[in-house]
T-cell receptor
Framework: QKEVEQDPGPLSVPEGAIVSLNCTYS??????FMWYRQYSRKGPELLMY????GNKEDGRFTAQVDKSSKYISLFIRDSQPSDSATYLC?????????????FGKGTLLTVNP | KAGVTQTPRYLIKTRGQQVTLSCSPI?????VSWYQQTPGQGLQFLFE???????NKGNFPGRFSGRQFSNSRSEMNVSTLELGDSALYLC?????????????FGSGTRLTVV
């Protein structure tokens, strides 16, 4: 079983729709959870960062972490064509010598005008 | 504010050659990490440096190596290139130790091995 699972999609939605992106993980040591957006031919761009469980909101984006279920989500409200990109979840453990992010494979999202 | 700068952007090499990729982190960032991105495997961790010390290394063969200089700039080297090394190599830097506030990525170096 991979440490982080993410549905690769592709996901196609009309402009204005609410988008839900999800990842599951198996490593209970993960404490830090991030969502990155990657446009074609660019590096990943940090969208949201959450520590432990709970919700975090930033504009049209909401990140949720449910550590009991080992499940994280990113919601995009009022989606725009400019949101079309690959969305990557990433996680990191705390303590010890762990200084790395473990990524999901990414979900390709297309928002149609 | 300048972002993470990676050079070169594109590179074509022949099997058996070696290559050196360069990364300049955001000013003040002392943690630098390298990742390999391929369509099949996604983003995979290569190594992480902090204050010139390699603190963690991913599951890659010894042909992959790196270093960090006193000004936090970093280089990675791949020797005896194989076709499977074709990938986007991404460098990321972080202000805080352990990247606890997230990492900022560069645009990457796209390496093609022929």
């Amino acid at each position: 079983q991979k440490e982080v699972e993410q549905d690769p999609g592709p996901l196609s939605v009309p402009e204005g729709a609410i988008v839900s992106l999800n990842c599951t993980y198996s490593n209970s040591a993960f404490q830090y959870f991030m969502w990155y957006r990657q446009y074609s031919r660019k590096g990943p761009e940090l969208l949201m960062y959450t520590y432990s469980s709970g919700n975090k909101e930033d504009g049209r984006f909401t990140a949720q972490v449910d550590k009991s279920s080992k499940y994280i989500s990113l919601f995009i409200r009022d989606s725009q064509p400019s949101d079309s990109a690959t969305y990557l979840c990433a996680m990191s453990a705390s303590g010890g010598s762990n200084y790395k992010l473990t990524f999901g494979k990414g979900t390709l999202l297309t928002v149609n005008p | 504010k300048a972002g993470v700068t990676q050079t070169p952007r594109y590179l074509i090499k022949t099997r058996g050659q070696q290559v050196t990729l360069s990364c300049s982190p955001i000013s003040g960032h002392r943690s630098v990490s390298w990742y390999q991105q391929t369509p099949g495997q996604g983003l995979q961790f290569l190594f992480e440096y902090f204050s010139e010390t390699q603190r963690n290394k991913g599951n890659f063969p010894g042909r992959f190596s790196g270093r960090q200089f006193s000004n936090s700039r970093s280089e990675m080297n791949v020797s005896t290139l194989e076709l499977g090394d074709s990938a986007l190599y991404l460098c990321a830097s972080s202000l805080m130790d352990r990247g606890l506030n997230g990492y900022t990525f560069g645009s990457g170096t796209r390496l093609t091995v022929v």
